[in-house]
């Protein structure tokens, strides 16, 4: 195992991506968990001054709460950690203990934090959460109801990296192929979607298809709106733009 330490106030986008999707590195290594650590004393106070605190809660699958010997983990600080990334664990960690919990090996799953997906409302298409903000970022979650072919998956990364760009801080969706029954796991990094991971099948019990983004000043409705494109037919060229989505769509 590789444990890459960044500075304090890093872009974690950047690094992410290349784990993710540079050849020289995904053909021996494989991108297992995104931590990021939270100074309890000084929290609020960063997050408020330094936007790239948020940026990196927001990327993260597990976050470690440090210096609780000093400070509490407060119910102010816990609820804006759970706004930026409801999906992510929370460690606290006291003089250092509990720490390394976050390092944790669970066999390199990618498809933690599925769990934050809202209930299914049936016939809607999909389903949102109320909009979870911190300034402006925000988790959206939503179900997918329409059966997804390989062409629609192509023209939904493509239609949402040309129309937010590096405004989605990272995505992942979980869903089901139906030309071939497979299923899939799709992640992007700062609008940089990449190559679609084959599952053996659905990580737990739970089939329904899923898809997380943490976005930074994106209407969370418009992006409900384009996953109409994961319907696009079979075979089709994989190019979609809004005005080619239904009224209801759109």
Known sequence: RVIIETTGLANPGPIINIL??????TDQYRLSTVITTLDAQHALANLDQHREVA???AV???????KLDVAPLSEALRARVARLNPGATLHQSSRGAAALAAFATDGG??????AAAPP???GSGFT?????HDASIQACCFVLDQTISWSGVTAWCRLVAERYADRVLRCKCLLQIGETGEVVLIQGVQGIFHKPERLPGWPDDDHR???????QNVDANQLGK????????????????????TPEER
């Open 209 to 215: 298809q899923r898809l997380i983004c943490i976005v």
């Open 128 to 132: 949102l959460q109320p909009p979870r």
């Open 60 to 66: 993260a699958d597990r976050i470690v709460v440090t």
């Open 55 to 57: 940026r990196q809660l």
């Open 109 to 114: 799953s990618p498809v933690r934090g599925f």
């Open 226 to 245: 384009t996953l109409g494109a994961f319907s696009l037919a079979p075979g089709s060229v994989p190019t979609v733009s809004p005005s080619d989505l």
């Open 120 to 122: 299914h409302a049936a």
């Open 20 to 25: 993710l999707g540079h050849p020289l590195v």
